[in-house]
């Protein structure tokens, strides 16, 4: 069995109140990676679990996440955190487990700390892949290079706004057989319909022109959904990956599946390429 394309991430749904029922219908429409939150509400996943077969989904928790133990990346607070995510989602394995946005790489990866333990816990058959959640393209590359990662999420850095991951993730991703997961398809926020916000740009791609805004234009004229254009062009990316999308709500996740599955003529994407200088499945 293979991951969908799609992954259900929980940095946004874990506020809902219709979060059972969000996962539930993810679940329903074919979703099957879903990444918890460990402090926010995880017991909500094993609600929302409760009763399906454990080897029809793939559950992915992360350290450094827990209000309790935030950014606490020692031996202690990894074992911790592995242990409550196991109660709250009311499993015996975790498919994936991820360092989750350290401030420093080193903090993780010092002997005994949440590298060391994971790699423990997945020789235990408790954790079936290790992994790293972070911005820095080196980090990544580092864990990947030396055979820590099974699997690295990248956000931000390959998007219609910005596809850097390409040059320096991708390569180390492909010499190991380390797959990637592609969050914050829709920049967050900058590539959902809303009118994006140039200023907001520039803060979260420094040194880049803003581009979010032209292809908003460009989406208006030609009468596609950005959304759509966003979410599938990360599904396109030319690596072993999967996208995850950050819903908020039912209806948030219903709208991504719509926008995963709705057809994209092959002209748009032609005529789209012709305009910006760049098309899917390349890089």
Same mark, same amino acid.
């Given at each position: 069995?293979?991951?969908?394309?799609?992954?259900?991430?929980?940095?946004?749904?874990? %506020?809902?109140?219709? !979060?059972? $029922?969000?996962?539930?219908?993810?679940?329903?429409?074919?979703?099957?990676?879903?990444?918890?939150?460990?402090?926010?509400?995880?017991?909500?996943?094993?609600?929302?679990?409760?009763?399906?077969?454990?080897?029809?989904?793939?559950?992915?928790?992360?350290?450094?996440?827990?209000?309790?133990?935030?950014?606490?990346?020692?031996?202690?607070?990894?074992?911790?955190?592995?242990?409550?995510?196991?109660?709250?989602?009311?499993?015996?394995?975790?498919?994936?487990?991820?360092?989750?946005?350290?401030?420093?790489?080193?903090?993780?990866?010092?002997?005994?700390?949440?590298?060391?333990?994971?790699?423990?816990?997945?020789?235990?058959?408790?954790?079936?892949?290790?992994?790293?959640?972070?911005?820095?393209? $080196?980090?990544?590359?580092?864990?990947?290079?030396?055979?820590?990662?099974?699997?690295?999420?990248?956000?931000?850095?390959?998007?219609?706004?910005?596809?850097?991951?390409?040059?320096? !993730?991708?390569?180390?991703?492909?010499?190991?057989?380390?797959? !990637? !997961?592609?969050?914050?398809?829709?920049?967050?926020?900058?590539?959902?319909?809303?009118?994006?916000?140039?200023?907001?740009?520039?803060?979260?791609?420094?040194?880049?022109?803003?581009?979010? $805004?032209?292809?908003?234009?460009?989406?208006?004229?030609?009468?596609?959904?950005?959304?759509?254009?966003?979410?599938?062009?990360?599904?396109?990316?030319?690596?072993?990956?999967?996208?995850?999308?950050?819903?908020?709500?039912?209806?948030?996740?219903?709208?991504?599946?719509?926008?995963?599955?709705?057809?994209?003529?092959?002209?748009?994407?032609?005529?789209?390429?012709?305009?910006?200088?760049?098309?899917?499945?390349? %890089?």
């Amino acid at each position: 069995m293979t991951p969908a394309a799609l992954a259900l991430g929980a940095a946004f749904l874990h %506020g809902s109140d219709d !979060i059972v $029922e969000a996962i539930q219908l993810a679940l329903d429409l074919g979703f099957n990676y879903l990444d918890t939150y460990p402090g926010h509400h995880e017991e909500k996943w094993g609600e929302a679990l409760s009763g399906r077969p454990r080897s029809t989904y793939y559950l992915q928790a992360k350290i450094g996440t827990h209000p309790d133990r935030r950014k606490d990346f020692s031996g202690d607070a990894t074992r911790w955190s592995v242990e409550q995510t196991l109660k709250s989602a009311r499993t015996d394995y975790l498919d994936s487990v991820l360092v989750h946005d350290p401030i420093d790489i080193e903090d993780p990866l010092r002997p005994g700390c949440a590298f060391d333990v994971l790699l423990d816990f997945k020789a235990q058959g408790v954790v079936r892949n290790v992994g790293l959640g972070a911005r820095p393209h $080196e980090w990544h590359c580092r864990v990947i290079d030396a055979g820590i990662a099974d699997v690295s999420l990248t956000f931000l850095d390959y998007t219609l706004i910005s596809q850097t991951a390409a040059d320096t !993730i991708f390569p180390s991703a492909r010499r190991q057989g380390t797959g !990637i !997961i592609l969050a914050s398809a829709q920049g967050m926020g900058l590539l959902t319909g809303a009118p994006p916000d140039p200023e907001r740009e520039r803060g979260m791609f420094p040194g880049q022109v803003p581009r979010a $805004e032209r292809i908003w234009h460009w989406c208006r004229e030609h009468g596609i959904s950005i959304r759509h254009l966003a979410i599938q062009f990360c599904l396109s990316a030319p690596v072993d990956s999967i996208v995850m999308i950050g819903p908020s709500n039912m209806q948030h996740v219903q709208e991504a599946f719509d926008a995963a599955t709705s057809p994209i003529p092959a002209d748009i994407w032609q005529t789209f390429e012709t305009e910006f200088g760049f098309r899917p499945g390349v %890089g």
